[in-house]
């Protein structure tokens, strides 16, 4: 059975009336718009867009296997009802919004729920239409709190000797309150009103979130609602952390406080609370019994939503915490003064010298300034790989720049003609010690450094993973997700962007853009992202997904001789860059590439999401140059011989001004020009990139966005607007794919 002609020329209503379509197939289902006889009844003569990319197929003149694509959410297909109806009667393949994203299926303890998916597939196949999988592996959108948890510090277990007590709490899973989860102490006596208290604590959270501090007069006869004192001294919120962190709170009792509360709902796993002190103003008694749990007793507090225990602090270890590194390999190096032969660096190791020996130390010497002040009173650790071209010794020590004044001396560096590692020690002992110096006047030689490093041990309830650990954790975690999302789909999608989004805007020392990192993406994108290649590396990154992709495919019913894997990136167009990201992406995948590793993998295909504005500017120098700059992407891609896939199209707009333009602003010029753009890029699609190259062509947006929307917000991103009636653009998508101009036969 098929789909009835439905014309959507009465407008929302008529649509509305649509319950379902579950049992039908799509070819006749078409959305029109008569909202205008003289600009808009020209629309009702298109077909599906689908009908176009059939017929263009038929001729010859596009790949047998082009997909069109929209993007939705899977939630909304599966309804089966206008989101359903509309996708199978104009497209044949669809990219879930979210749904198939790592946050969308693993939850914090890594456990997976897929039925979601497994629903999206269903009714996909029902359906006959194609799913692109989005994304297997991208660095936002991860399971972040997993996958820190997984690789965080490993705890030491229990002191078996005693070792520091602490008040334990576990709080299950996070509340929606502040009060649902919390803990209270009967005060032996109560405080007085209108005298001035210090309240504190040593707190640390395994999940991190808020604690807070509500005293309270319990025995007020001011009751609230529920039976409760509404005398209550709200105090400040903390955020707290992995890390112990002391809370401090002043105030002025208001009521004669006779308990303390202390409130945590949105806190979930673990809180270890210590040292609990509350004394007047001005006194050092500690006014709760027992804060420090010494006695192993929790006598006098109360928990509610949660549970408490008083546990012995796990055995301490010193670890090592570095505060300064350089390896000379990235060009970084040491400077000075005074010597004959300055700083350089040779092979990656920093030769530094005299021809002769100077008058005294100081007349000649190496400066490492980190851009921090060496903290006064804490011991350091210099440590180095050193050889000199004769033996010899040289001193070390801190600075103030300030009158040159010396800040703790290291022990004399004693200097052989081989490779040594020494590692020295001494306290920082004087403020404002900006500089570490290294003394080499007295030496006549070459000096030849390596690995230098300044680092401080500190005591701690557990220790770091190696690099080598987390590796190998994140290896298996990326494993069991990508492994799971091949069971889910059970060998159905057959393509999917195996990496998204890899590819920074920074350029490396070799002139090609660096893969994203933590380190040179914005603060913003650092807290909520999760980068793999930081622990996994910029090669094995890639390399790991590709080759769990396919493995897993095949293990799942898949065909593997329809996998097709893509790299998906935005701003690849070049008007920001001159290409240099896209040039980058493919630099980068012929390294992924590299036929002469001991695994190779293959990467099918380039994603260019095209997420593009089309400008009004008066003098068309932006749009003309917009335009040249896609001709010559296409061109790029076409010369790597991959699949090319314009992943995520949609568009805005822009006026003369340089204003973005929303979609209820939007004159008829306006729409027109983006309706000219649409084909323009549709066009030079099958014009430039190579039949056998042209997998497909996905728009982003069905309809414009909107205006609360955090993609685009109110832009005039879609085909369809808000009541999903058909726009101008439908008609330059239309064009595009080979169907008649309409508009001009109406004029």
Known sequence: ?????????????????????????????????????????????????????????????????????????????????????????????MTAGNAMKMASCVKDDGSMDFSLVKEFVKNAKDADMTIYGHTLAWHSQAANKYLKNLIKDKELPPDPNGGNKYLEIACGEAGANKWDKQISYVLPKALVKGQSYVMSVKVKASDGGTFAAWPIWEASDNKNQWGGSNDVQYMADYDITNDYST???????????DKLQFVFGNVGGTISCDDFKLTKAGSDENLIENGDFAKESASGWNPTGCTIKVASAAAAVDIPVSVGHLTFDDGQNLGGWGMDNAPKIVNGVCEVGNNAAKENPWNAQVNYEPGFVFEN????????????????????????????????????????????????????????ALRLLLNIGKYAGTLHIDDFEVYYMKSANS????????????????????????????????????????????????????????????????ANSFYWQDYLGDIDYVRTAVRDARKSFAEHNGDPSKLKLFINDYNLEGYWDQHAKLNSLIHWIGLWEDPKAKEPVVIDGIGTQMHVTCYGDATNTKQAKLQSDIEEMFKLLAKTGKLVKI????????????TSVTFDKMTEVQHKQMRSFYTFIIQKYFELIPQAQQYGITQWCATDSPKDSGWRAGCPTGLWDSNYLRKHTYAGFAVGLGAPEYWKEAK
């Open 1 to 93: 059975m098929k789909l009835k002609n439905i014309n959507l020329g009465l407008g929302l209503m008529a649509l509305l009336a649509l319950s379902s379509c579950a049992d039908d197939k799509f070819s006749e289902y078409r959305t029109d718009m008569t909202k205008n006889l003289k600009d808009y009844q020209y629309l009702n003569n298109y077909e599906p867009l689908k009908k176009y990319v059939e017929d263009m197929k038929a001729s010859g003149k596009c790949n047998p296997d082009f997909k069109l694509g929209i993007a939705l959410e899977a939630a909304e297909f599966n309804k089966q009802a206008l989101v359903y109806c509309l996708a199978g009667s104009n497209f044949n393949e």
């Open 647 to 658: 992943s995520e199209l949609d568009m805005n707009y822009e006026d003369e001004a340089g």
């Open 463 to 526: 220790i770091p993973l190696t690099d080598e650990e987390k590796k190998s954790l994140l290896t298996d975690a990326m494993g069991k997700w990508i492994d799971g999302m091949m069971e889910a789909t059970d060998g159905y999608v057959t393509s999917w962007d195996v990496v998204n989004e890899a590819i920074s805007g920074k350029a490396g020392a070799d002139g090609f853009n660096e893969l994203q990192h933590a380190t040179n993406a914005p603060a913003s994108d650092v």
């Open 377 to 432: 009173g804490k011991t350091y650790h210099l440590k180095m790989k050193i050889k000199g071209s004769v033996a010899g010794e040289f001193g070390a020590g801190f600075q103030n720049p300030d009158g040159y004044k010396g800040c703790g001396d290291f022990p004399t560096i004693k200097v052989t003609t081989d490779w040594k590692e020494v590692d020295v020690a001494t306290t920082c002992n004087g403020d404002n």
């Open 247 to 257: 809370l401090k709170w002043e105030f002025t009792a208001n009521f004669p406080i």
